[in-house]
């Protein structure tokens, strides 16, 4: 089992630049793909990406690619979600995860953040 904690979210307008921060707790941390996903009110939490443990292999949604970054340093325990262009329909509740694998389903992850507020004002 690992801790994570989210950080970095806030208000920004649209086209701005946020990065998000994922803290894992645990010596293990290396052994877990990280993914983030999003949440609006009312509807079903969404794949937003994910990186290997590695780090060498990313996935993306089809919503965010070319604009968001994924990358890890597994030396500080950390992950990160670099948005760039950032749009108001990108506002939403940003959750880490951790598993034994990238998967689009949040029902494959046993570790999760607290989340953090993104809101993209238009």
């Known amino acids: 089992q690992v801790q994570l904690a989210e950080s970095g979210g806030g208000l920004v307008q649209a086209g701005g630049s946020l990065r998000l921060s994922c803290a894992a707790s645990?010596?293990?941390?290396?052994?877990?793909?990280v993914a983030w996903f999003r949440q609006v009110a009312g509807k079903e939490r969404e794949f937003v990406g994910g990186i290997s443990r590695s780090g060498d292999s990313t996935g993306y949604a089809d919503s965010v690619k070319g604009r968001f970054t994924i990358s890890r340093d597994n030396a500080k325990n950390t992950v990160y979600l670099q948005m760039n262009s950032l749009k108001p329909e990108d506002t939403a509740v940003y959750y880490c995860?951790?598993?034994?694998?990238?998967?689009?389903?949040?029902?494959?992850?046993?570790?999760w953040g607290q989340g953090t507020q993104v809101t993209v004002s238009s």
């Open positions: 645990g010596r293990t941390f290396s052994t877990y793909a």
């Open positions: 995860a951790a598993g034994p694998r990238v998967v689009t389903g949040q029902y494959g992850y046993d570790d």
